[in-house]
């Protein structure tokens, strides 16, 4: 088991390097930089140097990139360039806003993913699974901004009942933020619970088939019985992991609900300082996405260790 | 026979949920609605009464976060809508009628041979408390001076020397008469600011003006209380936000809603929408042309073919300008036009689609691009993806060359790229583009090659009469040249005028006393009540 | 987007690990099976249809403007589903997005798909080393959010069609690398394997002749589902406006475009996504159904 997490730890730690490299490289051979967006058209060419300079941008590449890096593993997450304002203070301002709505879309889709795919498989072959089967394939051919824009349309504009999008900080009124947060987590939240359905659906189709269910029936319990008893936990596994790899894609599924709802949040911030060229922004903001993603991953695999010792064996 | 069965449920169920689906479609759009269809409420009347107005508050909605305050180096629309004229004030204002008022300055003299210009400041305070002393105008204009928006720091071309001559005077020593350097004292150029409080310019900007920034949280709101320390009048709004929402769409929803009270500012993608939808019928469909800006082509003359002459001009004849009109469907919001100037520009002259030096001939482009031997030439078109204004009119552009016999390649790039490649490219690296600005076409201006820049064109003729009408004695004297000026630059068709874009906003029918925008397009909330 | 995720391919198989419950629709009464994919054929087959017409006719151009014909309703003689704000046809301009989708969609899977099995069969049959270093690898391209990085992408190479391939494709590759490896190691370890092995067979021989043809069926599934994907993220991509642009034509792109000028509840923001939803829905439909035709497992245990 120990060696099973020390190596776990040290793919951690080389993932969190290899990406930042990656990050960095991506964004820095993007053409265009920030000098040329803050000065804009009516710029002075001499300017644009100066600045560039100032900024530090003129330095080699892998000069930065170190500096970005140590910064980091001292706690420091750079600068904006355009405002001065360290990174750390806008993440704090932005996560009140992502993170309740990532994790508020990844409840909702869970609450209602589970039951309604377990639902589904149970009753797989009648009328009323195959129409949860559909809906959840109809559900994932919708585009997420689609929906978001006639929620909003349906419950902002026609209904009044919830703000059509922007956003009251939790420190101005605690209600306000949740009323902010409703429609954009329903958006979220709908579009993955139909992809999430799917998974239940079938992970639980898997399960009531395997020898133990059987097992279980053939000693007289209820198929439903058998499912509660020793369905669900076995089930349970896989779905472990494909919340860990959803977690990747609630994030950027978020990207296009703040978008849609005006929200300032990790996501908007983000889409904003790539066209901006901030760079630094950009890096320090992806970097800490992908380490809560991989952290969630982590996780995801030690609990695989701690619930299948099937798993630490493999490794 | 159990499979049969089952088989017609599935079917049965897909139909259901794609109905299902349809349904809540339908539904949802009753919503937005089409208000031609459904003339309920919406066309009864005007707006409900803003739930804001007993409060004295307004909520003003905006599509772009600026980013950054810094209004020294960054010449972002964004922000020179809300902070010149609110929260930071020029040295002295120009009126609707030109005419020079007190700001900061409470008043002036100017010298004999007009090269001599001394402010005496008015006995008031900043935002912060502190009061204006010279010593902070002069580090104010000396900044401007060396901003690197080279717009901001062409009235000074002429300054020698700005120097504090006591507590409250300021003396600024030209080398010459110039006409931009006064002009420029009523705009972004001479914008006062405490030299303490530089640090923070860029989320905290402080000024002498009517109002203070309270806070600026980044892609969310600005918000803005009244500054106790005001030397005028004091407003009547009490607090101003601007809620930052950058998809057209929601932010219509948000005004039909209720959410906010006005719209000040439509980018050209929504127009239609605004009479479509009934917008302008719940509130103030409000048009000023001193908000708006100019559309242009411009061709690159230091790259072949865009060199000669004839092929600009047999070019500049394919640009359908009614069609521009008729496409956006909104002919309350533009006009064709063929000059330079806006409305508000001191020498503006009318002028409309027929006074093209190369009127809108299809025909006639395309016999000259046959005879000059450019028929079937391949352009590049160098377009913004990320700007819905000029996107739109990119679409109408490439077909309408197209119709004159020349192939166009399309190049989108996203505003970091597009800045690099053609604003700051020397020599710019683009064929054609379209742009659009509210600056003066002394941007134009070329001093020497070297400086050539994207929409400069170095013609000795014009940049010499644009330098003898910054001279000028007289006002009369400055328009009559800066009228030969642009004619230069009309004539020769390297910045081809398109339309007279106006601004464009939506007010609540409630709310009085709206006010054309004095600096560029600043959005004054001073006059404003309920 | 969230969407993304899916591609239905199981918990077990995205993972490589754990209980492996591929061949989900053991539980499935047969004639379903066959409803869906009819279905799906169907759909899948009319909009591959339309997108290959599209190459050789159009109604119309549906880059020429005509703003003395703007906004034709339904059903007018000529422009059949009607015009957009600038008077372009929109029959045209869809069956151009169709084939655009395939372009992007199908181009970024097909692409992704290549890597994916070269770099997931050669992680299966080589050296735990090298095997550890492609998963990890893959893992480390999936923690990056896909949008995220195709926004970044947007703005390195530029918005439009091959940046956006390309973004896909570097997107979906780790996907399928993970989807390939735990196939082919199935696959690796039934007798027929070993027995070749024994025979002294070499690795790519084995692969070549054993693995893929055994993982065929589930390369197909894949590519069916991730092509759905591909849909939907590039219409999100061109929504946040880093998608293709004109003179190219997609679906999200007119989405988008429709919704700015003349609002979301307009016909003309429906076209658009009714052939989104309509496409991602027969694809979805066939790439399930295929994989309850095909999956091998499955044959094997219903003789």
Same mark, same amino acid.
């Given at each position: 088991?120990?060696?099973?997490?020390?190596?776990?730890?040290?793919?951690?730690?080389?993932?969190?390097?290899?990406?930042?490299?990656?990050?960095?490289?991506?964004?820095?051979?993007?053409?265009?930089?920030?000098?040329?967006?803050?000065?804009?058209?009516?710029?002075?060419?001499?300017?644009?140097?100066?600045?560039?300079?100032?900024?530090?941008?003129?330095?080699?590449?892998?000069?930065?990139?170190?500096?970005?890096?140590?910064?980091?593993?001292?706690?420091?997450?750079?600068?904006?360039?355009?405002?001065?304002?360290?990174?750390?203070?806008?993440?704090?301002?932005?996560?009140?806003?992502?993170?309740?709505?990532?994790?508020?879309?990844?409840?909702?889709?869970?609450?209602?993913?589970?039951?309604?795919?377990?639902?589904?498989? %149970?009753?797989?072959?009648? !009328?009323?699974? $195959?129409? =949860?089967?559909? +809906?959840? @394939?109809?559900? *994932?051919?919708?585009?997420?901004?689609?929906?978001?824009?006639?929620?909003?349309?349906?419950?902002?504009?026609?209904?009044?009942?919830?703000? %059509?999008?922007?956003?009251? !900080?939790?420190? $101005?009124? =605690?209600?306000? +933020?949740? @009323?902010?947060? *409703?429609?954009?987590?329903?958006?979220?939240?709908?579009?993955?619970?139909?992809?999430?359905?799917?998974?239940?659906?079938?992970?639980?189709?898997?399960?009531?088939?395997?020898?133990?269910?059987?097992?279980?029936?053939?000693?007289?319990?209820?198929?439903?019985?058998?499912?509660?008893?020793?369905?669900?936990?076995?089930?349970?596994?896989?779905?472990?992991?494909?919340?860990?790899?959803?977690?990747?894609?609630?994030?950027?599924?978020?990207?296009?609900?703040?978008?849609?709802?005006?929200?300032?949040?990790?996501?908007?911030?983000?889409?904003?300082?790539?066209?901006?060229?901030?760079?630094?922004?950009?890096?320090?903001?992806?970097?800490?996405?992908?380490?809560?993603?991989?952290?969630?991953?982590?996780?995801?695999?030690?609990?695989?260790?701690?619930?299948?010792?099937?798993?630490?064996?493999?490794? | 026979?159990?499979?049969?069965?089952?088989?017609?449920?599935?079917?049965?169920?897909?139909?259901?949920?794609?109905?299902?689906?349809?349904?809540?479609?339908?539904?949802?759009?009753?919503?937005?609605?089409?208000?031609?269809?459904?003339?309920?409420?919406?066309?009864?009347?005007?707006?409900?009464?803003?739930?804001?107005?007993?409060?004295?508050?307004?909520?003003?909605?905006?599509?772009?976060?600026?980013?950054?305050?810094?209004?020294?180096?960054?010449?972002?629309?964004?922000?020179?809508?809300?902070?010149?004229?609110?929260?930071?004030?020029?040295?002295?204002?120009?009126?609707?009628?030109?005419?020079?008022?007190?700001?900061?300055?409470?008043?002036?003299?100017?010298?004999?041979?007009?090269?001599?210009?001394?402010?005496?400041?008015?006995?008031?305070?900043?935002?912060?408390?502190?009061?204006?002393?010279?010593?902070?105008?002069?580090?104010?204009?000396?900044?401007?001076?060396?901003?690197?928006?080279?717009?901001?720091?062409?009235?000074?071309?002429?300054?020698?020397?700005?120097?504090?001559?006591?507590?409250?005077?300021?003396?600024?020593?030209?080398?010459?008469?110039?006409?931009?350097?006064?002009?420029?004292?009523?705009?972004?150029?001479?914008?006062?600011?405490?030299?303490?409080?530089?640090?923070?310019?860029?989320?905290?900007?402080?000024?002498?003006?009517?109002?203070?920034?309270?806070?600026?949280?980044?892609?969310?709101?600005?918000?803005?209380?009244?500054?106790?320390?005001?030397?005028?009048?004091?407003?009547?709004?009490?607090?101003?936000?601007?809620?930052?929402?950058?998809?057209?769409?929601?932010?219509?929803?948000?005004?039909?809603?209720?959410?906010?009270?006005?719209?000040?500012?439509?980018?050209?993608?929504?127009?239609?929408?605004?009479?479509?939808?009934?917008?302008?019928?719940?509130?103030?469909?409000?048009?000023?042309?001193?908000?708006?800006?100019?559309?242009?082509?411009?061709?690159?003359?230091?790259?072949?073919?865009?060199?000669?002459?004839?092929?600009?001009?047999?070019?500049?004849?394919?640009?359908?300008?009614?069609?521009?009109?008729?496409?956006?469907?909104?002919?309350?919001?533009?006009?064709?036009?063929?000059?330079?100037?806006?409305?508000?520009?001191?020498?503006?002259?009318?002028?409309?689609?027929?006074?093209?030096?190369?009127?809108?001939?299809?025909?006639?482009?395309?016999?000259?691009?046959?005879?000059?031997?450019?028929?079937?030439?391949?352009?590049?078109?160098?377009?913004?993806?990320?700007?819905?204004?000029?996107?739109?009119?990119?679409?109408?552009?490439?077909?309408?060359?197209?119709?004159?016999?020349?192939?166009?390649?399309?190049?989108?790039?996203?505003?970091?790229?597009?800045?690099?490649?053609?604003?700051?490219?020397?020599?710019?690296?683009?064929?054609?583009?379209?742009?659009?600005?509210?600056?003066?076409?002394?941007?134009?201006?070329?001093?020497?090659?070297?400086?050539?820049?994207?929409?400069?064109?170095?013609?000795?003729?014009?940049?010499?009469?644009?330098?003898?009408?910054?001279?000028?004695?007289?006002?009369?004297?400055?328009?009559?040249?800066?009228?030969?000026?642009?004619?230069?630059?009309?004539?020769?068709?390297?910045?081809?005028?398109?339309?007279?874009?106006?601004?464009?906003?939506?007010?609540?029918?409630?709310?009085?006393?709206?006010?054309?925008?004095?600096?560029?397009?600043?959005?004054?909330?001073?006059?404003?009540?309920? | 987007?969230?969407?993304?995720?899916?591609?239905?391919?199981?918990?077990?198989?995205?993972?490589?690990?754990?209980?492996?419950?591929?061949?989900?629709?053991?539980?499935?009464?047969?004639?379903?099976?066959?409803?869906?994919?009819?279905?799906?054929?169907?759909?899948?087959?009319?909009?591959?249809?339309?997108?290959?017409?599209?190459?050789?006719?159009?109604?119309?151009?549906?880059?020429?403007?005509?703003?003395?014909?703007?906004?034709?309703?339904?059903?007018?003689?000529?422009?059949?589903?009607?015009?957009?704000?600038?008077?372009?046809?929109?029959?045209?301009?869809?069956?151009?997005?169709?084939?655009?989708?395939?372009?992007?969609?199908?181009?970024?899977?097909?692409?992704?798909?290549?890597?994916?099995?070269?770099?997931?069969?050669?992680?299966?049959?080589?050296?735990?080393?090298?095997?550890?270093?492609?998963?990890?690898?893959?893992?480390?391209?999936?923690?990056?959010?896909?949008?995220?990085?195709?926004?970044?992408?947007?703005?390195?190479?530029?918005?439009?069609?091959?940046?956006?391939?390309?973004?896909?494709?570097?997107?979906?590759?780790?996907?399928?690398?993970?989807?390939?490896?735990?196939?082919?190691?199935?696959?690796?370890?039934?007798?027929?394997?070993?027995?070749?092995?024994?025979?002294?067979?070499?690795?790519?021989?084995?692969?070549?002749?054993?693995?893929?043809?055994?993982?065929?069926?589930?390369?197909?599934?894949?590519?069916?589902?991730?092509?759905?994907?591909?849909?939907?993220?590039?219409?999100?991509?061109?929504?946040?406006?880093?998608?293709?642009?004109?003179?190219?034509?997609?679906?999200?792109?007119?989405?988008?475009?429709?919704?700015?000028?003349?609002?979301?509840?307009?016909?003309?923001?429906?076209?658009?996504?009714?052939?989104?939803?309509?496409?991602?829905?027969?694809?979805?439909?066939?790439?399930?159904?295929?994989?309850?035709?095909?999956?091998?497992?499955?044959?094997?245990?219903?003789?």
């Amino acid at each position: 088991m120990l060696v099973f997490l020390a190596r776990r730890f040290t793919f951690f730690v080389l993932a969190l390097i290899a990406s930042s490299i990656l990050i960095f490289s991506l964004i820095r051979i993007a053409g265009g930089n920030v000098a040329a967006v803050m000065l804009g058209k009516a710029a002075r060419p001499e300017a644009i140097d100066e600045l560039m300079a100032e900024l530090g941008l003129d330095r080699p590449l892998p000069v930065q990139y170190l500096d970005w890096v140590g910064g980091m593993l001292r706690g420091d997450l750079g600068t904006s360039f355009r405002t001065g304002e360290s990174v750390t203070a806008l993440l704090v301002d932005r996560l009140p806003v992502s993170v309740p709505l990532a994790l508020g879309g990844m409840a909702l889709a869970l609450l209602v993913a589970l039951p309604i795919g377990t639902y589904a498989a %149970t009753k797989a072959g009648s !009328p009323i699974g $195959t129409f =949860v089967a559909m +809906a959840s @394939q109809v559900g *994932i051919a919708v585009p997420v901004f689609w929906a978001g824009v006639l929620l909003s349309l349906f419950f902002g504009v026609r209904l009044g009942w919830l703000p %059509t999008g922007g956003w009251t !900080p939790w420190s $101005t009124s =605690v209600s306000g +933020a949740v @009323q902010s947060l *409703i429609l954009p987590v329903t958006a979220l939240g709908m579009v993955m619970a139909a992809t999430l359905s799917r998974y239940t659906r079938t992970s639980v189709l898997d399960v009531m088939n395997e020898d133990y269910v059987r097992t279980a029936r053939a000693s007289g319990m209820t198929r439903g019985g058998a499912l509660m008893r020793v369905g669900l936990r076995n089930a349970s596994l896989p779905l472990v992991t494909v919340v860990g790899l959803l977690a990747a894609e609630l994030i950027g599924g978020t990207v296009i609900i703040e978008e849609v709802f005006s929200l300032p949040g990790l996501a908007r911030m983000i889409l904003s300082s790539v066209s901006a060229r901030e760079v630094i922004v950009v890096q320090s903001a992806v970097m800490v996405i992908v380490a809560f993603v991989m952290v969630v991953n982590l996780i995801v695999d030690v609990l695989y260790g701690v619930l299948d010792p099937r798993v630490r064996v493999a490794r | 026979m159990i499979r049969q069965q089952a088989r017609r449920m599935g079917r049965g169920a897909i139909g259901a949920t794609l109905g299902g689906v349809l349904l809540l479609f339908i539904a949802a759009c009753g919503a937005g609605g089409d208000p031609s269809d459904t003339p309920d409420e919406s066309t009864g009347g005007a707006a409900p009464t803003s739930d804001r107005a007993a409060e004295n508050k307004l909520v003003l909605i905006a599509l772009q976060d600026p980013g950054t305050l810094d209004y020294v180096s960054n010449n972002l629309t964004a922000l020179i809508l809300w902070l010149p004229g609110n929260v930071v004030e020029p040295l002295i204002s120009f009126n609707g009628d030109g005419e020079p008022e007190p700001g900061v300055a409470e008043s002036w003299e100017i010298s004999e041979d007009q090269t001599t210009y001394t402010f005496t400041l008015r006995e008031t305070n900043f935002s912060n408390g502190e009061p204006v002393t010279a010593a902070d105008v002069v580090y104010s204009l000396t900044t401007m001076q060396e901003s690197p928006i080279a717009t901001y720091a062409a009235p000074y071309e002429a300054v020698a020397s700005i120097e504090a001559t006591d507590e409250r005077t300021v003396t600024v020593q030209l080398s010459r008469p110039s006409q931009s350097f006064f002009r420029g004292m009523g705009g972004m150029s001479a914008l006062i600011q405490p030299e303490a409080s530089a640090g923070t310019i860029a989320t905290d900007p402080i000024g002498t003006g009517p109002y203070v920034l309270d806070e600026y949280v980044t892609d969310s709101r600005l918000t803005f209380s009244i500054n106790p320390e005001y030397w005028g009048e004091m407003p009547s709004l009490e607090e101003v936000e601007v809620r930052i929402i950058p998809d057209g769409t929601a932010a219509l929803n948000a005004l039909r809603a209720g959410e906010a009270d006005a719209f000040p500012v439509i980018t050209i993608d929504l127009w239609e929408r605004l009479t479509t939808e009934g917008y302008g019928d719940d509130f103030n469909l409000i048009t000023y042309p001193q908000g708006g800006e100019m559309l242009y082509v411009t061709f690159n003359t230091t790259q072949a073919p865009y060199e000669d002459v004839e092929l600009r001009r047999a070019l500049a004849a394919s640009f359908d300008r009614q069609q521009f009109i008729d496409a956006f469907n909104a002919p309350w919001g533009a006009t064709a036009t063929c000059g330079y100037g806006l409305e508000n520009t001191p020498w503006y002259t009318e002028e409309s689609a027929d006074t093209c030096p190369a009127p809108f001939d299809v025909e006639a482009a395309a016999a000259d691009l046959q005879a000059a031997g450019y028929a079937g030439e391949a352009l590049e078109f160098t377009s913004l993806s990320d700007v819905a204004d000029l996107s739109l009119p990119a679409d109408l552009l490439i077909a309408q060359l197209q119709g004159v016999g020349v192939e166009v390649e399309r190049n989108a790039l996203d505003l970091a790229r597009y800045a690099q490649v053609i604003f700051q490219g020397r020599p710019p690296q683009f064929g054609v583009t379209v742009m659009s600005d509210p600056a003066p076409i002394t941007q134009f201006a070329c001093p020497d090659e070297s400086q050539m820049g994207w929409t400069t064109y170095c013609s000795p003729e014009m940049t010499d009469l644009m330098n003898q009408a910054d001279a000028a004695q007289s006002v009369e004297e400055y328009e009559a040249l800066m009228n030969q000026a642009s004619d230069v630059l009309k004539e020769d068709a390297v910045i081809v005028p398109l339309l007279a874009k106006s601004g464009v906003g939506l007010w609540h029918p409630d709310l009085q006393g709206w006010q054309e925008p004095q600096i560029l397009v600043d959005i004054q909330f001073a006059n404003l009540h309920w | 987007m969230s969407t993304a995720a899916d591609g239905m391919i199981t918990a077990g198989e995205l993972a490589g690990r754990g209980p492996d419950p591929a061949g989900a629709r053991r539980g499935r009464r047969r004639g379903q099976v066959n409803t869906g994919l009819v279905v799906g054929l169907v759909m899948t087959v009319t909009f591959l249809a339309i997108a290959a017409l599209s190459l050789v006719w159009t109604p119309a151009d549906p880059n020429a403007v005509a703003p003395a014909d703007r906004l034709l309703p339904f059903g007018s003689p000529g422009h059949l589903i009607g015009t957009d704000a600038l008077g372009r046809d929109i029959a045209s301009a869809l069956m151009i997005g169709a084939r655009t989708s395939i372009v992007v969609a199908a181009g970024a899977a097909l692409l992704g798909l290549v890597l994916g099995t070269v770099a997931g069969l050669t992680a299966a049959s080589a050296r735990p080393f090298v095997d550890e270093t492609v998963m990890r690898g893959a893992d480390i391209l999936l923690s990056i959010p896909g949008v995220v990085f195709a926004l970044v992408l947007a703005a390195t190479v530029g918005a439009g069609v091959g940046s956006t391939v390309f973004a896909l494709s570097v997107f979906f590759t780790p996907s399928f690398t993970r989807v390939v490896r735990a196939a082919a190691l199935r696959v690796l370890g039934e007798d027929y394997v070993a027995a070749a092995q024994l025979y002294g067979r070499n690795r790519l021989f084995i692969l070549a002749r054993h693995v893929l043809p055994n993982i065929f069926s589930v390369l197909i599934v894949q590519f069916t589902l991730y092509f759905a994907v591909g849909i939907l993220t590039e219409a999100g991509l061109s929504y946040l406006g880093v998608g293709v642009n004109r003179p190219d034509i997609s679906w999200g792109m007119l989405l988008k475009e429709a919704q700015e000028t003349v609002g979301v509840a307009s016909p003309l923001a429906i076209w658009p996504g009714l052939a989104i939803v309509f496409a991602v829905l027969g694809l979805n439909l066939l790439g399930d159904g295929l994989r309850d035709v095909l999956d091998p497992r499955l044959r094997k245990r219903a003789s």
